[in-house]
């Protein structure tokens, strides 16, 4: 799903970029950094990773979430992914749907723009 374009905010009142668009409207985003590591399952498969992670582009997609970028890493994870979608549950439910598949197991932290932490620092007081 594509970002937010124009000079208009969403109905939720997010800023530009911080939107993704459907075809009916416009739904706020918050962003993650998923980290990965792979399973014994899927490390005797790691040579269909990349294929593994296109399948999961496609199944992410269809819960509303977009994976906007996919690293393979070295040292304590795997992978690293960051990620765009409306919800904590949403995301939950897609990562657990490929979870279920026995290959990799997450770690998921919310991430926070600069804008959303100049409000995070403004609720302080």
Known sequence: MPLC????LCEHDAPLGECMTTNERR????TYVI???????????VRETVDRSRQANTAME???IRLQTILWTTG???????AEAPDDETLSAGLLTLASQ???RTEV???FTEQE???IIQKMG
């Open 109 to 111: 932290a919310r991430a």
């Open 35 to 45: 980290s990965l590591n792979w399973t014994d399952q899927g490390i005797k498969s």
């Open 62 to 64: 269809a819960f509303g």
């Open 102 to 104: 026995g290959a990799l």
């Open 5 to 8: 374009s124009g000079p208009v």
């Open 27 to 30: 739904i706020h985003v918050a």
């Open 76 to 82: 304590h994870h795997d992978l690293v992914v960051i």
């Open 117 to 119: 932490m100049e409000q």
